[in-house]
């Protein structure tokens, strides 16, 4: 599969998450309004693409040539377009650490990192998946996953999917469950689409069958992604992974998190410091465009919500197993 975010001819190219799995479709942004609209769309989406996206957004707007001030309220824009996953003011800052030495600094620091991300996914989610042996005695394993972490949330590989990939290569995944993610069906969309295409075996459930699940021994080890991880080892992910954490505890079940070092933010002491994204209403009481609510019903739409660290079994980088650490 293509990288989800590249550079290719002076664009921005992406793959359109909104568009799968009904239709494989790559954009071209060439502009930073483009890529903001593509990000708050979700058309780009998942921490780490995030993180490419931003720095290849200030290389977009160093090339455009306006004042280094002009570039750096782009930058800025970009780095607001969405508040939670850190990875996305990581790589605009990154980026714009070049600015000075013009615009083909900037995008030769983006490329790089565009590089650097698919081998620290590898990296991370090797070392989760033995994480998971160690945790786990039956073979092969009955994994549970929520939102999308894969390949469509990085540049290439995926984190909590990439250990998917590295057990399948051994021949250790039975199946996947996978939590349908509500509202916007990131598991059902696109984490289902990445399976099938890896022939992996799976079955697509509602978020809210995932206690069940594990009530009836269904499940050996959960694995999720992360936005943002604070210094005590809280973690930001999609809403639903908090409720998930509580049952895998109730249940004995180990609850994996993988993420690259860039997700984590040790500015910040613990979760209750994330700022949550709310998002529209209608991604709730609309479906495909009809109304299901009341005309007029008041909406709680967070994007994310924080699962504190004593629920997780593991947080997993490509440095290992994380300790929480100080506040920096
Ligand atoms: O709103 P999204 O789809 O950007 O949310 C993505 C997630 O919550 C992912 O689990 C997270 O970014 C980790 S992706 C490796």
Redesign the pocket.
């Given at each position: 599969m293509r990288r989800t975010v590249d550079w290719v001819d002076g664009a921005v190219v992406i793959i359109d998450q909104v568009a799968l799995p009904g239709e494989y479709r790559v954009l071209e942004l060439r502009t930073v309004d483009e890529l903001v609209a593509a990000i708050q769309r979700?058309a780009v989406?998942?921490?780490?693409?995030?993180g490419a996206a931003g720095a290849l957004g200030v290389a977009l707007a160093a090339f455009a040539g306006g004042s280094a001030d002009a570039v750096r309220a782009q930058a800025e824009r970009l780095a607001a377009a969405?508040p939670t996953?850190v990875n996305l003011r990581w790589g605009v800052t990154r980026a714009l650490g070049r600015l000075d030495e013009g615009a083909e600094a900037v995008l030769a620091e983006a490329l790089v990192m565009l590089d650097e991300d698919e081998q620290l996914n590898r990296t991370a989610s090797a070392h989760a998946a033995e994480v998971v042996l160690a945790e786990t005695t039956r073979r092969p394993l009955r994994l549970l996953s929520?939102?999308?972490?894969?390949h469509l949330?990085?540049v290439a590989w995926?984190?909590?999917l990439g250990v998917v990939w590295h057990l399948q290569a051994r021949g250790l995944v039975e199946s996947v469950l996978v939590d349908e993610t509500r509202p916007?069906l990131?598991g059902s969309r696109l984490t289902a689409w990445e399976l099938a295409q890896a022939g992996v075996p799976y079955r697509v459930q509602p978020d809210s069958a995932a206690a069940t699940a594990m009530a009836r021994g269904l499940v050996d080890c959960v694995l999720?992604?992360?936005?943002r991880i604070a210094a005590n080892g809280d973690v930001a992910?999609?809403i639903g992974?908090y409720p998930l954490a509580i049952a895998a505890a109730h249940h004995g079940v180990p609850f994996v998190v993988?993420?690259p070092e860039s997700?984590v933010d040790t500015s910040i002491a613990s979760g209750a410091a994330i700022e949550i994204?709310e998002r529209r209403p209608e991604e709730l009481t609309e479906l495909g465009g009809v109304r299901l609510a009341p005309a007029g019903a008041a909406v709680f739409n967070p994007?994310?919500d924080v699962t504190p660290a004593a629920l997780i079994t593991a947080v997993v980088t490509e440095n290992g197993v994380r300790a929480p650490q100080p506040t920096s």
């Open positions: 979700l989406r998942g921490a780490p693409a995030l969405r996953a929520h939102c999308n972490a894969g949330a990085t995926g984190t909590a916007l990131q999720v992604g992360a936005d992910n999609k992974t993988v993420a997700t994204e994007a994310f």
